[in-house]
């Protein structure tokens, strides 16, 4: 079962072989026994590529719950948590990989150097949540999945710009100030419309209290990458919307400044989701444990400055 998992997760045989020790044909023969003795075929081999069959396919996924389980029994008969080793399989959308889990993981190995982490980056993580054994994604407030998920921090969506382009353009006392400037937007996965036609930004009180407001705001840039527009914003292009986890170090340094403080677009929480077992790996209980607590102090210690008034 470990050499088929290798196989698959290492892309080819002779990459399982190097990671388990083991030479290729050793490989190849223990894959080959495992279908002769499930009497089905689990890997499509041609000379460029394998590929799991649909059988194979729903192999590995019972394959991966009962690895888990093992390692876990074995974790469970260690005589403390300093005793756990294994790794800990991690999918996470690209912007929390690089913005929320990268920052951790220097601390982490410092407190737990024997449990590796393997992190995937996948755009739509939701999806392959009984693959991994965590996944970090990304939901509004108003969340309500079927899936078992647990909270790790909340933040708020806010409009952000570069001290050069609001000494340029002004700074927007209201959201209605809006419609004078330039937006830079992020297009997600919509049809994307051309350069120049206005779209709408619909921004709330930040204290829940009155009504919403939407205004026309000409786009200068739209893009699927708020990392592009993140990097435009820095440089004075224009306003954006971006999440305080990713502007939150621009705001601490100047780079970026928060505008109409007294507003925001959205409030969204960043959910650890966890496949559908009944029993939680121990080594994966310490990691959720961990970055939940350092979460919390991110969360809790975001950057306030960098606002600007119209003075």
Known sequence: MRV?????????????????ELSPPVV??????????????????????LALTDAGEAYLQRVRAILHEIDDAEAAAASSTRDLRGTIRVLAAPLLATHFLAPLLASWHVLYPTLMLDILVDALPASRVDEFDVTFMVAGEDYDGNIVARPMAHWEAIVIAAPAYLQRMGVPAEPGDLQHHEYLRYSGQLVRSRSGIAQRLRLRPVQGAGAAQE????????????????????????????SRLLAGPHLASGALVHVLPDW???RYAVY??????????ARTKV???????HAQHLASSRPEGGRVSEQ
Request: glycine letters at 6%; a positive charge; hydrophobic letters at 55%.
């Open 4 to 20: 088929f998992q290798a196989v698959v997760e290492e892309g080819g045989f002779a990459a399982a072989a190097r990671l388990m």
């Open 264 to 266: 925001i677009f959205s």
């Open 215 to 242: 205004v026309k705001v000409p786009v200068v840039l739209q893009s699927v990458s708020a990392g592009v527009l993140l990097r435009a914003a820095v440089d004075g292009m224009g306003v954006a919307v971006m």
């Open 287 to 293: 990691f959720l444990d961990f970055v939940s607590e």
């Open 272 to 281: 650890a989701a966890l496949p559908s077992r009944r029993m939680v790996p």
């Open 28 to 49: 190849t023969r223990l894959v080959a026994d495992l279908e002769h003795h499930l009497g089905t075929r689990l890997l499509q081999r041609t000379t460029r590529k």
